[in-house]
């Protein structure tokens, strides 16, 4: 077994890079609580006379916390909506049958089409279903991730055969075997798709763009946007909308930190 100490030359890379990684947020944060000129020369290191009057500025200035809220809906609706989707579709990827690996080989396919090329026949979508300019609109492209069907379809894999077949001995239809058996059991697939689709719906500013009409619709990649517009002189304020901003995802990724490096591995060890 390979000693731990073995190990020392890797961390001895990985923390400096770590460190220097850190840097532009603790500037951000620092600018924040500061309002100090960012291209002030010699730069501060520490933060002096820090206050939080630039959160203050940021939140009332506009209406974060409706945007804060928006965003919240529209990540919680594409989170639910990926666990159920793309596990049901892992889990039918489990079966074997004629007409899988085309089927896989198409899933492949289209993760290599970006969004932007499907843009508007997304949009004609939701046009046709009367979604425009609504929060379910906003998350409705949120709904399925290919890449997250194949982290399900590996986490299922890595399970023993004999729990659905046990459950289906006993007479348990399919749905509820992934329902109650198969989807306990892969919690670190689950945590996967939590933070994923936190992060891709959180952060996503171009659909939202397009299919939002009034500011009471708005998500937070909006609000900042439309705060830069109205404000450009205020750095530090926009910093903080910022900080602001990032503390929900870096939450939730510390949170699933363990199962989430799990999920992206799940499959490896099989066998």
């Known amino acids: 077994?390979?000693?731990?100490?073995?190990?020392?030359?890797?961390?001895?890379?990985?923390i400096p890079v770590s460190i220097l990684m850190l840097v532009p947020f603790y500037w951000v944060l620092k600018t924040s609580i500061t309002g100090e000129n960012i291209f002030a020369y010699p730069p501060s290191i520490l933060p002096s006379d820090p206050h939080l009057f630039n959160y203050v500025e940021a939140w009332y200035s506009i209406?974060?916390?409706?945007?804060?809220?928006?965003?919240?809906?529209?990540?919680?609706?594409?989170?639910?909506?990926?666990?159920?989707?793309?596990?049901?579709?892992?889990y039918a990827l489990t079966f074997h049958f004629r007409g899988k690996r085309l089927i896989m080989l198409i899933y492949l396919s289209c993760m290599m089409i970006?969004?932007?090329?499907t843009i508007i026949p997304a949009y004609l979508i939701t046009v046709n279903l009367g979604l425009?300019?609504?929060?379910?609109?906003?998350?409705?492209?949120?709904?399925?991730?290919?890449?997250?069907?194949?982290?399900?379809?590996?986490?299922?894999?890595?399970?023993?055969?004999?729990?659905?077949?046990?459950?289906?001995?006993?007479?348990?239809p399919e749905w509820r075997i992934l329902l109650q058996?198969?989807?306990?059991?892969?919690?670190?697939?689950?945590a996967t798709s939590v933070v994923l689709t936190f992060i891709w719906s959180w952060n996503d500013f171009l659909w939202p763009l397009i299919v939002v009409?009034?500011?009471?619709?708005?998500?937070?990649?909006?609000?900042?946007a439309r705060f830069l517009s109205y404000f450009e002189d205020t750095t530090a304020a926009l910093y903080a909308f910022v900080v602001m901003a990032l503390v929900p995802g870096?939450?939730?990724?510390f949170l699933a930190q363990r199962q989430f490096i799990e999920g992206l591995t799940a499959g490896a060890?099989?066998?």
């Open 181 to 190: 058996v198969m989807l306990p059991l892969a919690r670190p697939a689950i």
């Open 132 to 172: 425009v300019n609504t929060l379910l609109g906003i998350a409705l492209p949120h709904f399925s991730h290919i890449i997250l069907i194949f982290i399900f379809k590996a986490s299922f894999d890595a399970l023993p055969r004999s729990l659905p077949e046990a459950a289906r001995m006993d007479g348990v």
């Open 269 to 271: 060890r099989k066998g």
């Open 250 to 253: 870096i939450l939730v990724f």
């Open 213 to 224: 009409r009034d500011d009471d619709v708005s998500t937070l990649p909006l609000g900042l």
């Open 63 to 90: 209406p974060f916390a409706t945007y804060f809220i928006n965003s919240i809906l529209v990540v919680f609706l594409a989170i639910v909506a990926n666990i159920l989707i793309d596990a049901a579709a892992g």
């Open 114 to 117: 970006p969004f932007q090329a």
């Open 1 to 14: 077994m390979r000693s731990r100490n073995a190990d020392w030359p890797v961390h001895l890379i990985l």
